[in-house]
């Protein structure tokens, strides 16, 4: 098989491919085999019909077969042999067959080449989470207006649940079990552990947004535009789902079509930067390229941080 590459633009390529001798004529024996058993000729049984006879009935057929299956094999093969990381599927164009020959050429659109560099030992602060007894009373006190503000509850039910429920006034041990809790003390701790995982998230959110800035900020390159039109895509149809949850009709959604897609755009391209700039660190790190390299490239490249705990 010969394969040439003929570099578009940055992230667009074109492959001409062309092959010939034996893998053509053994497709085309394969596929005349196939329609003999499946043709239906006047005055022979199938499987039995003489071939010039298959050949001038059925040679656009057998075309169209041969090429139906040669073109993914080859067009496959030439990417692996290239060594092309292939975004979409191909255009195919310039296809040429005969009885012995198949030529054609794929253009197909690649990751960008991202030259990722200084992405280990960055500088990251942090700040020991500590919950204090003001925040873990102005989560309580919260749900205690919460509850004074539930929906009427059964009134023929009895306990100490209805009268909390029917107006909380004090935090207690009652207060706690109306909650599921043993007592308020329990109480405390969950709600102390529930502040400190958030207040955690939030950071960890903070530093992974610092790490992924700083290696971005010096790297400029031509985002993969269908890339970017499939993140976009996504994004819209979340909008239009999240405006359906908040009751607007199908035609005020669609309304808003262009003005979300102008408005989603910046997003769509930022996330499309950060993805292939993971994938590239993944690419170097030999982390496997997959729906869950995202996740474990920022795992580590926190583990490769430089960390110190901020005064």
Do not use: C
């Amino acid at each position: 098989m010969k394969t040439e590459v003929k570099k578009l633009d940055t992230s667009k390529r074109e492959i001409s491919i062309e092959v010939s001798g034996d893998i053509v004529k053994n497709k085309f024996e394969d596929v005349f085999n196939q329609i003999s058993k499946e043709a239906k000729i006047p005055g022979f049984r199938p499987g039995h019909a003489p071939r010039d006879i298959l050949e001038k009935k059925y040679s656009s057929h057998a075309q169209e077969l041969v090429m139906k299956e040669l073109i993914p094999q080859l067009y496959n093969q030439a990417i692996d042999k290239e060594g092309l990381e292939v975004l979409e599927l191909p255009s195919i164009s310039d296809v040429k067959l005969d009885r012995t020959t198949l030529s054609f050429k794929a253009r197909v659109e690649i990751s960008p080449e991202i030259p990722v560099k200084n992405y280990k030992g960055i500088k990251v602060t942090y700040k020991k989470i500590e919950v204090s007894p003001e925040a873990i009373k102005r989560n309580i006190d919260s749900l205690k207006e919460a509850r004074k503000i539930d929906p009427v509850r059964n009134t023929e039910s009895i306990g100490e649940e209805n009268k909390v429920s029917n107006g909380v006034d004090v935090v207690d041990d009652n207060f706690a079990r109306s909650l599921g809790y043993p007592n308020l003390t329990e109480l405390e701790k969950a709600m102390e552990k529930q502040i400190y995982i958030q207040e955690e998230n939030l950071q960890r959110q903070k530093i992974e947004k610092e790490i992924i800035g700083t290696i971005t900020a010096g790297l400029d390159f031509k985002l993969p535009q269908s890339l970017v039109n499939r993140q976009l895509q996504d994004l819209v149809r979340q909008a239009k789902l999240d405006l359906a949850l908040k009751g607007l009709s199908r035609e005020k959604i669609e309304e808003q079509q262009n003005s979300l897609v102008q408005q989603l755009e910046p997003e769509a391209k930022a996330q499309v930067k950060v993805y292939l700039v993971m994938a590239a660190i993944a690419k170097k790190e030999n982390i496997p390229i997959d729906d869950h390299m995202p996740h474990k490239a920022m795992e580590f490249l926190l583990r490769e941080a430089d960390w110190a705990e901020s005064a």
